[in-house]
T-cell receptor, first 118, second 114 residues
Framework: AQKVTQAQTEISVVEKEDVTLDCVYETRDTTYYLFWYKQPPSGELVFLIRRNSFDEQNEISGRYSWNFQKSTSSFNFTITASQVVDSAVYFCALSVASLYNQGGKLIFGQGTELSVKP | DAGITQSPRHKVTETGTPVTLRCHQTENHRYMYWYRQDPGHGLRLIHYSYGVKDTDKGEVSDGYSVSRSKTEDFLLTLESATSSQTSVYFC?????????????FGNGTRLTVT
């Protein structure tokens, strides 16, 4: 079975602190894709990044970075020098190749609510 | 932003009444999805469509049905609403499916069943 676990339900930090959001996934497929989404207080879901299972290179985009480790089945998200605008719920999601005969599905974790205080 | 419109944005209904939520897209994407979002559960897939008149169940499909008679519209129907269906419902679309492609989401419909 495929599963995504975000063990941190809520995280609270003070502005300028670094924060890491954990994501652990389960799948028996060798080909799969991982995603992160952001849901700000306004409620919309914003796509942040995708990574395929063959590319373990870490990625950095401004203050955001992602660490993908197949050995531990993790795809963690770090925000450096957090800002109040980073306050949101963040979701990790998994898509597996075996489900692609009909387009595939995204399986989401429970989400981590990040609160950045000034 | 992807052209996805969900209607209504908010709805309050009584237990036992039928409810239909609409998702309309202007992107001509093949794949469409309905998710529900509940605290502690993240987003869970209800139903999805991989073409006109082609639909399949997701992980929480009981009590829901869908229809897709044309590319741009994907309807979610609660045949007889229950309080456990109080949730925020999101529609999503994808041009190529989820193989290395993100879903693009609508702004959600907040449904309250009293």
């Amino acid at each position: 079975a495929q599963k995504v676990t975000q063990a941190q339900t809520e995280i609270s930090v003070v502005e300028k602190e670094d924060v890491t959001l954990d994501c652990v996934y389960e799948t028996r497929d060798t080909t799969y894709y991982l995603f992160w989404y952001k849901q700000p207080p306004s409620g919309e879901l914003v796509f942040l990044i995708r990574r395929n299972s063959f590319d373990e290179q870490n990625e950095i985009s401004g203050r955001y970075s992602w660490n993908f480790q197949k050995s531990t089945s993790s795809f963690n998200f770090t925000i450096t020098a957090s800002q109040v605008v980073d306050s949101a719920v963040y979701f990790c999601a998994l898509s597996v190749a075996s489900l692609y005969n009909q387009g595939g599905k995204l399986i989401f974790g429970q989400g981590t609510e990040l609160s950045v205080k000034p | 932003d992807a052209g996805i419109t969900q209607s209504p944005r908010h709805k309050v209904t009584e237990t036992g009444t039928p409810v239909t939520l609409r998702c309309h897209q202007t992107e001509n994407h093949r794949y469409m999805y309905w998710y529900r979002q509940d605290p502690g559960h993240g987003l869970r897939l209800i139903h999805y469509s991989y073409g006109v008149k082609d639909t399949d169940k997701g992980e929480v499909s009981d009590g829901y049905s869908v229809s897709r008679s044309k590319t741009e519209d994907f309807l979610l129907t609660l045949e007889s609403a229950t309080s456990s269906q109080t949730s925020v419902y999101f529609c999503a679309i994808s041009e190529f499916g989820t193989r290395n492609n993100p879903l693009h989401f609508g702004n959600g419909t907040r449904l309250t069943v009293t």
